[in-house]
């Protein structure tokens, strides 16, 4: 493949004609890109129908125009032009981001990756290779189905099967991108090396990725794994919590916590929602959970499922439901070093409170999960730009309204929250350390990165990306003023 039209050259020439109109960038694309791309005016109604719609409406991107690229030359030619005439982009990839740094992009261009959506594994090398917009539903099946598992996201990528095989960054193995000097590049441990450290744990600072190849694994206990879902009264709060920490630092690694505070008027208001998975066999899953099971949960439901459908399952198929797109959600996170029991029985009275007064906000939750580190640690810090292995769960509030006026409210309940859990989360720095993925967005580039890593990434940045043409997602280098609603 050759490496066409590197911008690197034009840097010193200073950005930026004439605004562009939507129709103007319109007719250059139509024009410019290869047949098989499409180009949509926000009058159309293909705009919305054809491209990927974001998962969250609070401080979302506004666009001038869409554009779907259908080769790696388009994307080199998008980002060209969006340079030459200063316009901001984003490219779209699940539209599942939801930081509200992603408000920076007004009337910008588009840039969904839809087209990328192929993919192949090869059940040999263990591998598969995806297209840079590639849904998770659209391969679990075809990868059970080959006797392998997998997920992946370019921030980090916790889930589940992190416990087993780590971070999602720690199989990636190669990435074809286009980087914001304009190259189209293949980036991997060989070639290319300081980029794909950085691809793992801040890539979306650095370019576009049209394909990356990971590495999948042999399906574990035959691909069946044990979900377990409970309802509990919010009373259970303490001895829920306290046999989270029980597991903290030895957790099995085919065992995850995921538990929730939420409100249900048919549950009696507040109430607490538990998920366990252990993918391993139903007796060694029971007697993991045996503790929980003592505590009288009001529902209950342990099933052996394939992990493909875990997803789509688990969770007494709520999470079918949290991926719903175009709500408004002010979401806070932050990582958790330790799990402090009296923070999080205070969390319990916190968002009974805010149940109570509030009924715009009784979709929202606040999550704590907590997946085996062992494998995550087994990766040297220094090898990748991902800054949080030592981090032993996470705490997450989803605050989800409908009504936009709301979004004051929504936040002062965020950042709130997030206070509570500050002192005892065991952070060693007075950053506000948070995985990249689960940010607000105000919580600047220390916290997403670390000062650790932080010199390095401003350094590589200067580099692949010397227009700072990627700033407009938790990045690197810019002064965000994120709305304060
Ligand atoms: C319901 C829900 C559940 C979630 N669950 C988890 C979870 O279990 N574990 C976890 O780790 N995270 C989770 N997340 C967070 C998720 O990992 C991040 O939101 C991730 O960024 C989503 O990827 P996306 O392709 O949908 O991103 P988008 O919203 O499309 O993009 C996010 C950023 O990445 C950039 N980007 C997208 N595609 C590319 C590409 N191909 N090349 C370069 N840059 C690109 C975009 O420009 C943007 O800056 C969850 C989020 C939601 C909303
Ligand atoms: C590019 O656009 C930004 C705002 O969108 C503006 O602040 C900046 O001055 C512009 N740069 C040039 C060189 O026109
Ligand atoms: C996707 O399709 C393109 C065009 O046919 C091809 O070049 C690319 O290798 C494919 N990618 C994968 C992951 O199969
Ligand atoms: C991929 O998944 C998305 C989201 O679930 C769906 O809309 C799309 O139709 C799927 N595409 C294919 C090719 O299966
Ligand atoms: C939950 O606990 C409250 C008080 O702690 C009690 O009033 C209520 O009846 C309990 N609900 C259930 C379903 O057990
Ligand atoms: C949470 O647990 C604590 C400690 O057992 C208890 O005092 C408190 O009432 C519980 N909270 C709720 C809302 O039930
Ligand atoms: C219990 O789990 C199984 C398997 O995931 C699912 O098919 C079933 O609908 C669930 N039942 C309830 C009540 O959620
Ligand atoms: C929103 O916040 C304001 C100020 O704190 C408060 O007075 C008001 O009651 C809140 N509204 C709702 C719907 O919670």
Not at 123 to 139: D, K, L
Request: proline share 5%; net charge neutral.
């Amino acid at each position: 493949m050759r490496a066409a039209l590197s911008f690197l050259g034009l840097l010193c020439l200073v950005a930026g004609s004439l605004a562009q109109s939507g129709p103007e960038i319109a007719s250059y694309f139509k024009t410019d890109l290869s047949p098989a791309s499409a180009v949509y005016l926000p009058s159309e109604s293909l705009f919305t129908q054809e491209t990927t719609q974001r998962w969250n409406a609070f401080s979302s991107p506004s666009y001038a125009v869409s554009v779907k690229p259908a080769s790696d030359e388009d994307v080199q030619k998008i980002i060209h032009y969006a340079f030459m005439h200063n316009i901001s982009f984003l490219a779209t990839g699940g539209g599942h981001g939801y930081s509200a740094t992603l408000g920076t992009v007004q009337s910008g261009i588009e840039m969904d990756l839809g087209h990328f959506n192929n993919y192949s594994i090869n059940a040999e090398a263990n591998t598969i290779t995806v297209g840079g917009s590639i849904h998770f539903r659209n391969i679990t099946g075809p990868l059970y189905a080959a006797g392998k598992e997998w997920r992946a996201t370019l921030g980090g990528g916790v889930g589940p099967y992190g416990g087993l095989h780590g971070l999602q960054i720690d199989s990636l193995q190669s990435v074809r991108m286009v980087t914001g000097a304009g190259n189209l590049i293949t980036v991997s441990a060989t070639q290319h090396p300081d980029l794909f450290w950085v691809m793992r744990g801040a890539g979306f600072n650095f370019g576009v990725v049209t394909s990356a190849t990971y590495q999948v694994y042999p399906y574990t206990n035959n691909g069946q794994a044990m979900n377990a879902d409970f309802r509990f009264n919010a009373s259970a709060n303490a001895s829920l919590y306290e046999f989270a920490r029980s597991y903290t630092g030895k957790q099995p690694d085919a065992f995850s916590i995921d538990i929730a505070i939420a409100y249900n008027e048919n549950f009696g208001g507040t109430y607490l929602f538990a998920n366990f998975i252990y993918a391993g066999p139903l007796s060694e899953g029971l007697s993991l959970i045996q503790p929980i099971l003592a505590l009288k949960p009001f529902q209950q439901n342990i099933t052996m499922i394939p992990w493909s459908l875990i997803e789509t399952t688990s969770k007494f198929g709520t999470d079918a439901a949290a991926c719903i797109k175009g709500n408004y959600h002010s979401v806070w996170g932050l990582n958790l070093y330790q799990i402090d029991v009296p923070t999080l029985s205070s969390a319990v009275e916190y968002m009974d409170a805010m149940f109570k007064a509030n009924k715009g906000f009784r979709e929202s939750f606040l999550a704590i999960d907590m997946y085996a580190t062992r494998v995550t640690q087994s990766v040297p810090d220094e090898e990748t730009a991902y800054p949080y292995r030592s981090a032993v769960a996470r705490f997450l509030l989803d605050v989800g309204f409908i009504d936009p006026s709301l979004s004051t409210n929504a936040s002062n309940v965020g950042r709130g929250a997030r206070a509570l859990f500050i002192p005892t989360s065991g952070a060693s720095t007075k950053n506000i350390e948070v995985y990249v993925n689960y940010g607000h967005g105000d919580e600047g580039p220390l916290g997403w990165y670390s000062e650790r890593k932080m010199p390095r990434l401003t350094e590589l940045k200067k580099r692949y990306d010397p227009n700072g043409l990627f700033s407009h997602y938790n990045a690197i280098r810019r002064t965000y003023n994120v709305p304060k609603v």
